[in-house]
């Protein structure tokens, strides 16, 4: 099965030594990603609605640029730095995944980055 790195600049840049996504075959495994606007490599506003809304723009430019769509994605992982953001959160992901939404794991972590409300990783299949 050949293994190719996905990158566009319509997203983040890794701001480590891993890539913004690898497909495989029909899967494609996007990295954890943030609420960094591309177009500044800044953090969008404090806020939690706002936070979701660029961290998910940028997972589904990711998935564009894999040939993908968010309605690809079969497995979510959100991670929330403050578990009381949990339902503002949801209101917004709902906008992204309106129906048939895929399986999701969210948890409460300290991300690395006091800035970032949220961290959101996502799998997909393109077969």
Do not use: C, H
Not at 9 to 35: D, H, L, M, N, T
Not at 84 to 95: G, I, Q, S, T
């Amino acid at each position: 099965m050949a293994r190719e790195v996905v990158f566009t600049e319509r997203a983040p840049r890794p701001g480590g030594p891993y890539s913004q996504a690898i497909k495989a075959g029909g899967w494609i495994f996007v990295a954890g990603q943030v609420a960094i606007d591309p177009s500044t490599g800044k953090v969008v506003g404090g806020d939690i609605k706002a936070q979701t809304r660029r961290t998910l723009e940028n997972i589904r430019e990711i998935l564009a640029a894999a040939g993908a769509s968010l309605k690809d994605v079969v497995k979510v992982n959100v991670y929330l730095t403050r578990p009381e953001d949990f339902a503002a959160m949801n209101e917004v992901y709902r906008e992204f995944f309106p129906q048939g939404p895929p399986a999701r794991t969210t948890v409460a972590v300290k991300i690395v980055d006091e800035a970032y409300l949220i961290e959101i990783d996502a799998i997909a299949y393109k077969g």
